[in-house]
């Protein structure tokens, strides 16, 4: 049964950073190729975030900068200066002042930079319904899906019931493993006109239990097209 169609395919190089927009996007058993597969690590070894945990340091603006890969090498471009490459010389001054003393750009090792499943989907009547409730517009940019699908649904979270299923998106077939869960980051401003707003939070928690868009795991590797059919197995 189809269930709606890829509208957008993002990639984020280097975790918590904004990332890039794609036509297509391969897709290992790992998740998207090159997705969040660095990030900035302090001298503990906790990663930035824009949230604070055992394994996460909450490190303030990281949304004002990007990133995105040329071949297999990320780039930062920081929201003042020029971009620079993972293998210059000169991106541990750019982590730097982007983090501060002590940062440094690190590749994943054992530990799997993706906070739960490498792949996030979020439809269309996800943010139609957070519009609603909200009052206004919520940007798929503030959600960071791996995979916004276009959906006729009517507003809902109608993702949620997905968790379970296997998708087939052209050739590449997922699993659906749980709801995401979600953080202040969806409040925080970003370049673009998306300015802080604390109410995008509050009101998935009282809409939907703090949850918008669902988590999923690569059965099947391939490469994913915008336009492709979405369809459940």
């Known amino acids: 049964m189809s269930l709606g169609t890829v509208a957008a395919l993002r990639r984020y190089p280097v975790k918590s950073l904004r990332g890039e927009d794609l036509e297509r996007m391969d897709v290992d058993m790992r998740g998207p190729v090159g997705d969040r597969l660095w990030a900035l690590v302090?001298?503990?070894?906790?990663l930035a975030s824009g949230k604070p945990t055992t394994r996460f340091r909450k490190v303030a603006g990281l949304l004002e900068h990007s990133s995105r890969l040329d071949g297999d090498v990320p780039v930062i471009e920081p929201a003042r200066g020029e971009p620079v490459r993972g293998d210059d010389p000169d991106v541990g001054t750019a982590v730097e002042s982007i983090a501060g003393p002590?940062?440094?750009?690190?590749?994943?090792?054992?530990?799997?930079?993706?906070?739960?499943?490498?792949?996030?989907?979020?439809t269309s009547a996800t943010l139609a319904r957070l519009a609603e409730v909200?009052?206004?517009?919520?940007?798929?940019?503030?959600?960071r899906p791996s995979i916004l699908v276009d959906v006729s649904d009517p507003p809902g979270f109608v993702e949620d019931a997905w968790v379970g299923r296997d998708l087939d998106i052209g050739a590449v077939r997922l699993h659906v493993t749980e709801r995401c869960e979600r953080c202040v980051m969806v409040n925080h401003a970003q370049p673009g006109g998306l300015s802080h707003r604390p109410e995008v939070l509050k009101e998935i928690g009282r809409s939907n239990d703090v949850c918008a868009g669902v988590y999923a795991d690569v059965v099947v590797p391939g490469t994913l097209e915008l336009g492709a059919t979405v369809e459940t197995v």
């Open 42 to 46: 302090d001298a503990e070894g906790k």
């Open 102 to 122: 002590g940062w440094r750009l690190a590749r994943e090792d054992r530990t799997p930079h993706h906070d739960a499943s490498p792949i996030l989907l979020v």
């Open 134 to 143: 909200v009052g206004s517009e919520v940007e798929s940019q503030r959600l």
